[in-house]
């Protein structure tokens, strides 16, 4: 599976995102899917998951109310709505995929896009 994110951009405080990630080269129907962001120095963090199925999802305490987390297995993709950004939002977001039901953390992932970048201006 390739994973390509697209929608990443500057975006003032408060401003709202939609980063969408799809998969090539295999159906993604079977395939937990998640978000991580990686903040320049910093380790690559949790943001979102959602179940293969696409019903049952989870967030980071952070952005907890703020982001969504969709997955269109028809279409094979999965998306991040992401409203109401803050300035300790920025980072590079990285679309994450694996063959489980819930990816929880990193080690759950086999596939991962090449990320696309989040900047938040005050």
């Known amino acids: 599976v390739m994973l390509v994110e697209s929608g990443g951009g500057s975006v003032q405080a408060g401003g709202s995102l939609r980063l969408s990630c799809e998969g090539t080269g295999r159906t993604l129907t079977s395939y937990a899917a998640a978000w991580f962001r990686q903040a320049p120095g910093k380790e690559r963090d949790f943001v979102a998951r959602i179940s293969s199925g696409g019903m049952i999802t989870r967030y980071a305490d952070s952005v907890k109310g703020r982001f969504t987390i969709s997955k269109d297995n028809a279409k094979n993709m999965v998306y991040l709505q992401m409203n109401s950004l803050k300035p300790e939002d920025p980072a590079v977001y990285y679309c994450?995929?694996?063959?489980?039901?819930?990816?929880?953390?990193?080690?759950?992932?086999?596939?991962w896009g090449q990320g696309t970048q989040v900047t938040v201006s005050s």
């Open positions: 994450a995929a694996g063959p489980t039901l819930y990816i929880d953390n990193a080690s759950d992932v086999n596939y």
